[in-house]
């Protein structure tokens, strides 16, 4: 398991997505927080996958998407996690 977390400076509620895919770029799992009123993020993910498997080790990626609630504003960043047991 981890937490995913980050830091942001929109004024308005957002709504948060992290999309986790394999190196071949299978999504395994979508983790949404709707409309987030924290400056300091912080999202948890339980190290599975959308049918509750948990992931074998090895390099995946991430993509957060964060969208303000208007959709005026919106960022993504694409990002590699290890998982190692």
């Known amino acids: 398991q981890t ?3 980050f830091q942001h400076n929109f004024s308005e509620p957002l709504n948060v997505k992290i999309k986790i895919y394999t190196i071949a770029g299978r999504m395994i ?9 924290d400056r300091f993020v912080k999202m948890f ?4 996958d959308q ?3 948990m992931i074998a080790n ?3 990626l991430y ?5 303000t609630i208007s959709d005026s504003n919106s960022q993504e960043v ?5 998982v190692i047991r």
Do not use: S
């Open 3 to 5: 937490t995913f977390t």
């Open 29 to 37: 799992r979508q983790i949404e927080n709707p409309q987030v009123t």
């Open 45 to 48: 993910w339980d190290g599975k």
């Open 51 to 53: 049918d509750g498997n």
């Open 58 to 60: 090895g390099t995946y």
């Open 63 to 67: 993509k957060l998407i964060v969208r």
């Open 78 to 82: 694409l990002g590699k996690l290890a």
